[in-house]
T-cell receptor
Framework: AQSVTQLDSQVPVFEEAPVELRCNYS??????LFWYVQYPNQGLQLLLK??????LVKGINGFEAEFNKSQTSFHLRKPSVHISDTAEYFC??????????????FGRGTQLTVWP | GAVVSQHPSRVICKSGTSVKIECRSL??????MFWYRQFPKQSLMLMAT?????????EQGVEKDKFLINHASLTLSTLTVTSAHPEDSSFYIC?????????????FGQGTRLTVV
């Protein structure tokens, strides 16, 4: 089975500062990796995903993440955050098995709070 | 990206009644739909996986008689919370994927906030 660890439950940061949200995973098979953002009382919006190829993935809203297979990590970064980036961020993995394609294993989430 | 519509967004019901939540894929065929439950300040926990035309597969600890899932068509899945109790109050989110597109992520509905009083 897969598991995801988000090392920080809360990350406070000032506006225009850089931010990194950490994510590590464990799996015995190849996985797909995702970062989602959730605003209060809303569903999840995909920020970016890694399926294969280049290990540096660029997503929406200026976010990017780097897949590191040796460290089993997929950390999310943004060079300069805005107040509107304040939200809950979830890292997730899914495996390649066709029968359960789309089934995601989520981390506990990281609350990013951007202060003016 | 693809659109998944979940309805209602909020519902308040009396204890003992049943509530139905709909999840529709608007512009693609959802061969598989997933139902998640999210407690405050916590992550999403998978409740069940449903494939179109077959019975849902429930995760361990989820009561299948209480959380009825129907996936009768490629664009619609429903979750019915039967005989709801206050402890069933939660945020329920569906997601949909298509096995015909490997690597495609699951698309999420907007979620339903259920409050049982």
């Amino acid at each position: 089975a897969q598991s995801v660890t988000q090392l920080d439950s809360q990350v406070p940061v000032f506006e225009e500062a850089p931010v990194e949200l950490r994510c590590n995973y464990s799996s015995s098979v190849s996985v797909y990796l995702f970062w989602y953002v959730q605003y209060p009382n809303q569903g999840l919006q995909l920020l970016l995903k890694y399926l294969s190829g280049s290990t540096l993935v660029k997503g929406i809203n200026g976010f990017e993440a780097e897949f590191n297979k040796s460290q089993t990590s997929f950390h999310l970064r943004k060079p300069s955050v805005h107040i509107s980036d304040t939200a809950e961020y979830f890292c997730a993995v899914s495996d390649h098995r066709g029968s359960t394609l789309g089934r995601l294993y989520f981390g506990r989430g990281t609350q990013l709070t951007v202060w003016p | 990206g693809a659109v998944v519509s979940q309805h209602p967004s909020r519902v308040i019901c009396k204890s003992g009644t049943s509530v139905k939540i709909e999840c529709r894929s608007l512009d693609f065929q959802a061969t598989t739909m997933f139902w998640y439950r999210q407690f405050p300040k916590q992550s999403l926990m998978l409740m069940a996986t449903s494939n179109e035309g077959s019975k849902a597969t429930y995760e361990q600890g989820v009561e299948k008689d209480k959380f009825l899932i129907n996936h009768a068509s490629l664009t619609l899945s429903t979750l019915t919370v039967t005989s709801a109790h206050p402890e069933d109050s939660s945020f329920y989110i569906c997601s949909a994927s298509n096995r015909g597109h490997p690597g495609t992520e699951a698309f999420f509905g907007q979620g339903t906030r259920l409050t049982v009083v």
